[in-house]
């Protein structure tokens, strides 16, 4: 049961091969105009694995929230493969993936994002073994807003954004044992989530397969706001 999976949500393109052990795995910053390197990149790995696309019985794609654009060319590509491969595709959260990455056998686990503008992209799970049971659901927050809703408790805050954490804590925060992991998800965990749920035989996505942004696009919310003039060529131009 050979699972691609694919990441480019976050500053780096992700993929890995997982069947019943890791056939293969290739994590690179993602480069600007990084949708042009993705396939490429899926048949580099296909090769270096030594497997040929035939095999793979199942696609697991990041889903935000996290770039859009990097999203945006995950999912379309997932979705493209696994039409040519006849094979089911599954959308894992950006948040779960890194709560999974923390690789924490019991406790409290926070996964974090930068979304700018002091905002972050977070949730909160509790890890007990295999089982990940979920406090918070993902969302988008104000750092500390995010933070004075969390309990005073040993928690592993793990991502992109555990930095911006680290900044905000205090000596209180400290002694109730809140520590930082900077982390981007790891393509192998997002394979073997993918791989339980095909062999738990859940439903492939692909006709209902969706982003999880938490949030519009800046660019859309400016259109929709009516924030766009014309400038005197004609362009469109952002005030």
Request: some cysteine; overall charge positive.
């Given at each position: 049961m050979?699972v691609?999976?694919?990441?480019?949500s976050g500053p780096?393109?992700s993929?890995?091969?997982?069947d019943?052990?890791?056939?293969g795995?290739?994590?690179?910053?993602?480069p600007?105009?990084?949708?042009r390197?993705?396939l490429?990149a899926v048949?580099q790995l296909?090769q270096?694995?030594g497997?040929?696309?035939?095999r793979v019985?199942?696609?697991?794609?990041v889903t935000?929230?996290g770039s859009f654009?990097?999203v945006?060319i995950?999912?379309?590509t997932?979705?493209?493969?696994a039409?040519?491969?006849?094979?089911?595709?599954y959308?894992v959260?950006?948040l779960e993936?890194?709560?999974?990455?923390?690789?924490?056998?019991a406790?409290l686990?926070a996964p974090v994002?930068?979304?700018?503008g002091g905002?972050?992209?977070?949730a909160?799970y509790?890890?007990?073994?295999?089982?990940l049971a979920?406090r918070?659901p993902?969302a988008?927050r104000?750092?500390?807003?995010?933070?004075?809703?969390l309990?005073l408790?040993?928690?592993?805050f793990?991502g992109?954004?555990?930095?911006l954490?680290?900044r905000e804590?205090?000596s209180l925060?400290?002694?109730?044992?809140w520590?930082?992991?900077w982390?981007?998800p790891?393509p192998v965990?997002?394979g073997?989530?993918g791989?339980c749920?095909?062999?738990e035989?859940?439903?492939?996505?692909?006709l209902d397969?969706?982003?999880q942004?938490?949030?519009?696009?800046?660019?859309?919310?400016?259109?929709?706001?009516?924030?766009?003039?014309?400038?005197?060529?004609?362009?469109l131009?952002?005030?």
């Amino acid at each position: 049961m050979l699972v691609l999976a694919i990441d480019t949500s976050g500053p780096h393109m992700s993929l890995s091969l997982v069947d019943d052990q890791v056939l293969g795995a290739l994590t690179v910053r993602r480069p600007e105009g990084g949708g042009r390197l993705l396939l490429p990149a899926v048949d580099q790995l296909l090769q270096l694995a030594g497997v040929e696309s035939a095999r793979v019985r199942a696609i697991a794609v990041v889903t935000g929230p996290g770039s859009f654009t990097g999203v945006r060319i995950a999912v379309a590509t997932a979705k493209g493969l696994a039409m040519g491969w006849g094979v089911p595709v599954y959308g894992v959260g950006a948040l779960e993936a890194l709560a999974r990455s923390a690789n924490l056998p019991a406790g409290l686990v926070a996964p974090v994002r930068d979304a700018r503008g002091g905002m972050v992209y977070c949730a909160l799970y509790r890890v007990q073994g295999a089982a990940l049971a979920c406090r918070q659901p993902p969302a988008v927050r104000p750092l500390g807003e995010w933070l004075d809703d969390l309990p005073l408790a040993p928690i592993l805050f793990v991502g992109e954004g555990a930095h911006l954490v680290e900044r905000e804590m205090t000596s209180l925060h400290r002694q109730a044992g809140w520590v930082v992991l900077w982390r981007h998800p790891d393509p192998v965990v997002v394979g073997w989530i993918g791989r339980c749920r095909l062999l738990e035989g859940v439903p492939g996505q692909l006709l209902d397969l969706s982003v999880q942004y938490l949030r519009r696009p800046k660019a859309e919310m400016r259109k929709k706001d009516g924030r766009h003039a014309r400038g005197p060529a004609g362009e469109l131009r952002a005030p």
